[in-house]
């Protein structure tokens, strides 16, 4: 692994959790209501909050961008969530939210120098980052900056994940895995159990016909754990994606990335004290190594 694409795994393992505070904080579940959206489960509104960047889509355009979710689940959401709120008043109501879940994490620190200068440092993270084949990091990129440092700040890391995200899609592609493919093969090299991705829609013939052919390529064992083959297709996967969300940290510099790090370290400890995000999330990051670490 090269020395930009080690930065670019570490920044998105800090930047991750900060983004992702959206759609599990209390105060978004509370703005997804005002809405009108059902709070019962975070769906509804995961999908409202993600998709609304790109305007009232459709579930195609949506099954494309999400990849990994079964097209039965997304066409339950999708395009019903726009029925309930369009995509500007969701745009407006998240950015309510998360302004609402960083004054609730940071108290006074939240209007301090150090959310400015990290907001700083993101944006010019951001501004960098390449958008050709990305479509959920242009959208959200298209929205502009707020006035307000730590919304800027959660605009910023949103652009970046989705900009990483994007290119992990490309990295599956060229790897060959279809989208229950990738979750399957995800779960074989035990980045996290089975039972995560259940919200993902998938059936259980669906699932094992996806082992099945995962097998026949020898990516899995007959007992569904990743053989040599397997866990390096996913190493190669992931070493993908680093280097395809790399451009914006060699434009930041080691250096100042590092500093993001650190004025960041107070806001990502917050998060995970809160007990908002699942103790292990589909992506494979462990959310003690994450904060602290």
Request: glycine share 8%.
């Amino acid at each position: 692994m090269t020395q930009h694409q080690a930065l670019a795994r570490r920044m998105w393992h800090q930047l991750e959790p900060v983004h992702a505070s959206l759609y599990f904080a209390p105060q978004a579940f509370e703005e997804a209501a005002a809405l009108g959206y059902d709070v019962e489960s975070r769906w509804p509104s995961y999908f409202a909050w993600r998709a609304a960047p790109l305007g009232a889509v459709g579930r195609e355009l949506v099954t494309a961008t999400f990849y990994s979710f079964s097209p039965r689940t997304i066409a339950e959401y999708v395009p019903a969530v726009w029925a309930t709120a369009a995509p500007d008043k969701v745009a407006a109501a998240r950015l309510r939210a998360v302004d609402r879940t960083f004054r609730a994490l940071l108290g006074d620190r939240v209007g301090g120098p150090d959310i400015a200068e990290a907001a700083a440092l993101a944006k010019e993270a951001a501004e960098a980052a390449p958008l050709a084949a990305r479509p959920l990091a242009a959208a959200n990129r298209d929205l502009g900056w707020s006035d307000e440092p730590h919304l800027a700040l959660w605009q910023a890391t949103t652009v970046l994940r989705e900009q990483r995200g994007d290119g992990h899609l490309a990295a599956l592609l060229t790897a060959g895995l279809d989208p229950c493919e990738a979750l399957v093969s995800f779960a074989g090299v035990g980045a996290a159990p089975k039972e995560n991705f259940d919200g993902r829609g998938w059936t259980a013939e669906e699932w094992s016909a996806a082992a099945g052919r995962l097998v026949e390529r020898g990516w899995l064992d007959a007992d569904g754990n990743a053989t040599e083959h397997g866990r390096q297709g996913r190493d190669a996967i992931e070493r993908q994606t680093d280097e395809l969300a790399a451009a914006p940290w060699r434009a930041l510099g080691a250096e100042r990335a590092e500093r993001l790090a650190e004025l960041i370290h107070p806001l990502l400890a917050a998060v995970f004290e809160a007990g908002m995000l699942p103790a292990q999330s589909t992506l494979g990051i462990a959310a003690v190594q994450v904060a602290y670490a």
